[in-house]
């Protein structure tokens, strides 16, 4: 596992959320170990949506592992992931990011908690639907006559006085030493 992981009960939640949904034991392996066939992660998308993609390939060869991972992230997207989201088939195949598949995982987990038909076992905190914030006329004509700093620059900085100092000098460039 990668050691980026701030939290490591990341991955045990990750993996306990897995379990939950499909209802079937990972194994006692590393997660890279229990995930890097893409048989699990097939699963848990088949069970939050059984339709999403076929059965995985259960044959041991790489390239039907790759393809399982995959069809995982394929599914994923289908279900509203975004790109950002998730990681990439070697990052799980080979191991190199397993911090970026647990980030996936809990996203996914979010995710699935914003589905309204979703009564599933939870992952992570639930996100934010929005406030929706609604402004009288009065007080939108108050903010348009609001003086902003957004056009100040530097005026009141340290930095301002260098550039007063330059103010009017003009630099011939041909005669300056060096050049």
Same mark, same amino acid.
């Given at each position: 596992?990668?050691?980026?992981?701030?939290?490591?009960?990341?991955?045990?939640?990750? =993996?306990?959320?897995?379990?939950?949904?499909?209802?079937?034991?990972?194994?006692?392996?590393?997660?890279?170990?229990?995930?890097?066939?893409?048989?699990?992660?097939?699963?848990?998308?088949?069970?939050?949506?059984?339709?999403?993609?076929?059965?995985?390939?259960?044959?041991?060869?790489?390239?039907?592992?790759?393809?399982?991972?995959?069809?995982?992230?394929?599914?994923?997207?289908?279900?509203?992931?975004?790109?950002?989201?998730?990681?990439?088939?070697?990052?799980?195949?080979?191991?190199?990011?397993?911090?970026?598949?647990? =980030?996936?995982?809990?996203?996914?987990?979010?995710?699935?908690?914003?589905?309204?038909?979703?009564?599933?076992?939870?992952?992570?905190?639930?996100?934010?639907?929005?406030?929706? =914030?609604?402004?009288?006329?009065?007080?939108?004509?108050?903010?348009?006559?609001?003086?902003?700093?957004?056009?100040?620059?530097?005026?009141?900085?340290?930095?301002?006085?260098?550039? =007063?100092?330059?103010?009017?000098?003009?630099?011939?460039?041909?005669?300056?030493?060096?050049?």
């Amino acid at each position: 596992m990668s050691a980026r992981i701030a939290d490591p009960n990341l991955e045990q939640e990750a =993996r306990a959320w897995i379990e939950a949904v499909t209802g079937e034991p990972l194994g006692d392996g590393s997660f890279h170990e229990v995930l890097k066939s893409g048989v699990a992660l097939c699963n848990l998308v088949r069970a939050l949506q059984p339709d999403i993609i076929k059965a995985p390939s259960k044959l041991p060869a790489p390239f039907k592992q790759m393809e399982n991972i995959g069809f995982y992230l394929g599914a994923c997207a289908k279900l509203g992931q975004h790109a950002n989201d998730t990681f990439q088939t070697v990052d799980l195949f080979e191991g190199k990011d397993m911090y970026a598949v647990i =980030r996936q995982l809990h996203s996914l987990g979010r995710l699935m908690q914003k589905k309204p038909d979703y009564t599933g076992p939870v992952l992570g905190v639930k996100e934010s639907q929005g406030y929706k =914030r609604e402004f009288t006329e009065a007080q939108l004509m108050e903010a348009r006559a609001t003086t902003t700093f957004l056009g100040k620059g530097s005026a009141g900085t340290a930095g301002a006085a260098v550039s =007063r100092l330059e103010q009017g000098k003009v630099i011939d460039r041909a005669n300056v030493p060096g050049n």
